[in-house]
């Protein structure tokens, strides 16, 4: 198995854009979360899917955020318009059920200039 | 929901020393999970707990969980080079991350 895979691994872009994160889980997790990391705020979970419905999106900024799971081995979490201070690592993670380990993807690090 | 807090937040010990992070949490868990992330990487699964009382060893890695299910440790003897990184604890039930404690080690 590839593991989850996440693209782009850098972005950087400029403020007022619109940025695009990509997730495709492991085969036949039916979780799938969306984490930001900082150094100021550690890990942030930002919203979770399970079996392609968002179950919480309670940690999601603002309204600029939005994530969609369109099918089981795809997800996107876009920001529009970006800012600079959504500059950060993006992590996507799957899990087979909810009392498993995540799998993590090796994340994409945004930045907006 | 659920606040997990961790501590300390950092820790540089000598290579032999050992090393112990402990994560804390208002409400019973359901059951706990700790991740370590190296420098530049991404978190990576350990191990789950899930009884109460219950102790996990990986190696030179030792994991407990509370009676009370509220709170973890994770003990590591006699640390490497090796397991320098940032260990967190997640308590399950809302998916959220302890801020980690972050393990310096000189060799």
């Known amino acids: 198995d590839a593991g989850v895979i996440q693209s782009p691994r850098h972005e950087v872009t400029e403020m007022g854009q619109e940025v695009t994160l990509r997730c495709k889980p492991i085969?036949?997790?039916?979780?799938l979360f969306w984490y930001r990391q900082t150094m100021m705020r550690g890990l942030e979970l930002l919203i979770y899917?399970?079996?392609?419905?968002?179950?919480?999106d309670s940690g999601m900024p603002e309204d600029r955020f939005s994530a969609k799971m369109p099918n089981a081995s795809f997800s996107t979490l876009k920001i529009q318009p970006s800012e600079p201070r959504d500059s950060a690592v993006y992590f996507c993670?799957?899990?087979?059920?909810?009392?498993?380990?995540?799998?993590f993807g090796s994340g994409t690090r945004l930045t907006v200039v | 929901g659920q606040q997990v807090m961790q501590i300390p937040q950092y820790q540089h010990v000598q290579e032999g020393e050992d090393f112990t992070t402990y994560c804390n949490s208002s409400?019973?868990?359901?059951?706990i999970q700790w991740y370590k992330q190296r420098p530049g990487g991404h978190p990576v699964f350990l191990i789950q707990?899930?009884?109460?009382?219950e102790v996990k060893k990986q190696k030179r890695l030792t994991f407990q969980f509370g009676e009370a299910k509220k709170n973890s440790s994770l003990h590591i003897t006699a640390t490497q080079t090796t397991d320098v990184g940032t260990y967190f604890c997640?308590?399950?039930?809302?998916?959220?991350f302890g801020a980690g404690t972050r393990l310096t080690v000189k060799p």
């Open positions: 409400t019973t868990l359901s059951n």
């Open positions: 993670a799957s899990s087979f059920s909810d009392f498993s380990g995540y799998t």
């Open positions: 997640a308590g399950k039930g809302d998916m959220r």
């Open positions: 707990l899930v009884k109460s009382g």
């Open positions: 085969s036949g997790h039916d979780y």
């Open positions: 899917f399970n079996n392609n419905v968002p179950i919480d």
